[in-house]
């Protein structure tokens, strides 16, 4: 006979080791991103830093909420800002 009941809720613990094998993830995969701080907040987590692009935001993002499935992800990360400057600094 097989077992059909749903698998258990996340635990603390594994959300523990999803998190950093998430950090793990983003630092030597493909993205190589080392600005995204991840933080988990009661069962929820947080993630903040600046990254280059907003495609990679959204990359990252989308990661997060696919790797972190059934716990709630906050994407705080920032595009960092490349354009060129528009007018000279003034060093007097």
């Known amino acids: 006979m097989t077992d059909t009941s749903p698998p ?10 999803r998190v950093a094998h998430l ?7 493909p993205l190589g991103e080392l600005g995204v701080r991840l933080e988990m907040r009661g069962d929820a987590v947080l993630l903040t830093g600046t990254v280059p692009s907003a495609q990679c935001r959204d990359d990252i993002c989308h990661l997060a909420r ?3 499935a059934g716990h709630p992800v ?3 990360i920032l595009v960092a ?3 060129s400057p528009d ?3 003034d060093l007097t």
């Open 8 to 17: 258990p809720p996340p635990t603390a613990g594994n959300l523990d080791y």
């Open 23 to 29: 950090a793990e993830h983003l630092a030597a995969g």
């Open 66 to 68: 696919e790797e972190l």
């Open 74 to 76: 906050h994407c705080d």
């Open 81 to 83: 800002g490349t354009s």
């Open 87 to 89: 007018h000279g600094e």
